[in-house]
């Protein structure tokens, strides 16, 4: 029975994926550690380098639990950042009514795919094909050369350092190093604990995890199965919208071919985090941490020196083959214990 609830708790593939990050994590501070990777910074360094993907796996975890997916999200992040830069240099836009845009513009992309997908029933990953087409095509029509943020706000916003009070370090001149975040990582948090409670605590929430895990119950238990994959979707615009600009808070520019690939790094790091591909189980604290594996991933990397970074994408595959074969394990343990 213990085991049973266990499994029922949707909380096994969370454990393995946390179990897994504390390992890798671990042997990277035991191997390098006369390189202080062991350092607070190190570890505050993984936020830093993907908050923009910690906000874009959140929006894919919504996506996934509902049984969809959005392959659009690596060209919306790539329009958003050309957007911006194009906007604020090429035609003189505040930094504030610029951002508040391209959110806006990352809403009504969400809405139109939601709709496609939940009220005329077209396949997500064909309107998300076409989303991802149209979205790249028009970062190119708004420029095919590289922008430049020079916009002294969003500078100000992008290289502000938040200090920790604690974990400093002193460097070999005798000077206290604090550590610190910058306001794209608490972006990516704050939008992290908003839809982790969403997703526990609401009724739209519990609608979401009902929807993916079988929509004709859904239907039967009188829930508006075509409303709730609209707001998904919406929601999900808005979030890719959103990790655009926190990305752009690190390049501080846009160009046509930045961010490819994005969509299948944010849907890997769901997997690998706990979530179904199948839909109705899902947890965005499991999607941060497959974040976090892909980053200490290209953290070893950086601190091996010698290795090619394509070596982060063939570990990730085979992490990814390895929770899809862990996922139908567990799929299948749970179906033949609710047989019994």
């Known amino acids: 029975m213990k085991i049973k609830n266990k499994l029922d708790s949707n ?43 910690i906000v874009a796996a959140v929006g894919m975890t919504i996506v996934l639990i509902t049984g969809g997916i959005d392959i659009s ?21 505040g930094a504030i009514t610029a951002i508040f845009i391209v959110l806006v513009t990352g809403i009504v992309f969400g809405l139109v795919q939601g709709w496609l997908i939940a009220y005329l029933n077209i396949q997500p990953f064909i309107v998300t094909l076409a989303g991802m087409f149209f979205a790249r095509g028009m970062t190119a029509m708004i420029s095919t050369e590289m922008i430049t943020i020079k916009n002294e706000t969003f500078l100000a916003m992008s290289k502000a350092k938040i200090y920790l009070p604690f ?54 238990m009188g829930l508006n199965v075509k409303k709730t994959k609209l707001k998904v979707y919406i929601i999900n615009g808005f979030l890719a ?33 706990g979530t179904l591909l199948t839909g109705g189980v899902g947890n965005v604290i499991g999607s941060l941490f497959g974040v976090l594996i892909k980053g200490t991933i290209e953290t070893f ?12 994408k063939i570990v990730i ?7 899809i074969v862990l996922q139908s394990v567990f799929v299948a343990a749970k179906d033949k214990l609710r047989g019994k």
């Open 11 to 53: 909380t096994f593939l969370l454990f393995i994926t946390i179990t897994l990050f504390i390992l890798m994590y671990g042997t990277g501070v035991l191997i390098f550690r006369n390189k202080n990777f062991g350092n607070l910074q190190v570890f505050l360094n993984l936020f830093i380098s993907n908050a923009g993907l």
């Open 241 to 273: 919208a959103l990790a655009g600009f926190v990305f752009c808070l690190n390049t501080s520019g846009g160009f046509v071919e930045q961010a490819k690939g994005f969509e299948m790094e944010a849907i890997a790091s769901a997997v690998i985090g």
């Open 301 to 312: 990397i950086t601190f091996q020196g010698t290795l090619s970074s394509w070596w982060t």
């Open 73 to 93: 999200i690596g060209s919306v992040v790539a329009m958003t950042c050309m957007l911006l830069a194009w906007m604020m240099e090429k035609k003189g836009i």
């Open 167 to 220: 974990g400093g370090t002193v460097n070999r001149k005798g000077i206290l190093i604090q550590p610190y975040l910058y306001p794209s990582v608490v972006i990516g948090l704050l939008v992290l604990v908003l839809v982790y409670l969403l997703l526990k605590y609401t009724r739209f929430g519990r609608s979401i995890y009902a929807v993916g895990g079988n929509e004709q119950s859904a239907l039967l």
């Open 317 to 323: 595959a085979a992490l990814l083959c390895f929770f």
